[in-house]
């Protein structure tokens, strides 16, 4: 069965700092990688995929991932954070022929001006 | 453009108690899921549906119930309301496929009591 695990909890970062929030997966088969944000009392909202192809994958806001395959990994990337990148980030993984959306646990961003 | 629409917002139940919780959306999307949200669990799938007249467990369907006579509606039915199904409920659709994003509401927080 597939599974995700993001190892922090929380993340805090200086504003116009790079950010990384972490991600690795199990499945068994090829993945199809997801991630999600949640801001308060909203529901999620998706930011950016890897499917195939190229390992760096650009999303929304500025906001990019990339696919280590060897790792098992799909790290968020930011070169430069905002304030209102605070939010809860959810990496999501479904396996090739599956039909489920698998989530982590979530990792809040707190970024500080 | 409604997308993914949760109704109600909010509510208390008291244990033993039954209640819908309704989901609809106007994508025409094929695939629709329910997902309960847990501080520091992430989101667990109850159940999901590829169409009309489909439905299939999930991680998580003790207690819930679920039918899907229409593409646009996904309902979840709670029998007898425990304090462990207090959570944030989340609805979701995609038009399917793996590598297609999932469109969520924007939930719905209910307290058993």
């Known amino acids: 069965a597939q599974s995700v695990a993001q190892p922090e909890d929380q993340v805090n970062v200086a504003e116009g700092n790079p950010l990384t929030v972490k991600c690795t997966y199990s499945?068994?088969?090829?993945?199809?990688l997801f991630w999600y944000v949640q801001y308060p009392n909203r529901g999620l909202q998706f930011l950016l995929k890897?499917?195939?192809?190229?390992?760096l994958v650009k999303g929304s806001y500025g906001f990019e991932a990339e696919f280590n395959k060897s790792q098992t990994s799909f790290h968020l990337k930011k070169p430069s954070a905002l304030v209102s990148d605070s939010a809860l980030y959810f990496c999501?993984?479904?396996?090739?022929?599956?039909?489920?959306?698998?989530f982590g646990a979530g990792t809040i961003l707190r970024v500080k001006s | 453009n409604a997308g993914v629409t949760q109704t109600p917002k909010f509510r208390i139940l008291k244990i033993g108690q039954s209640m819908t919780l309704q989901c609809a959306q106007d994508m025409n999307h094929n695939y629709m899921y329910w997902y309960r949200q847990d501080p520091g669990m992430g989101l667990k799938l109850i159940y999901y549906s590829v169409g009309a007249g489909i439905t299939d467990k999930g991680e998580v369907p003790n207690g819930y119930n679920v039918s899907r006579s229409t593409t646009e509606d996904f309902p979840l039915r709670l029998e007898l309301a425990a304090p462990s199904q207090t959570s944030v409920y989340f609805c979701a659709s995609n038009v399917g496929g793996l590598n297609t994003e999932a469109f969520f509401g924007q939930g719905t927080r209910l307290t058993v009591v």
């Open positions: 499945v068994s088969g090829n993945p199809y």
């Open positions: 999501a993984v479904r396996e090739g022929g599956g039909n489920k959306l698998v």
């Open positions: 890897y499917i195939t192809g190229d390992n």
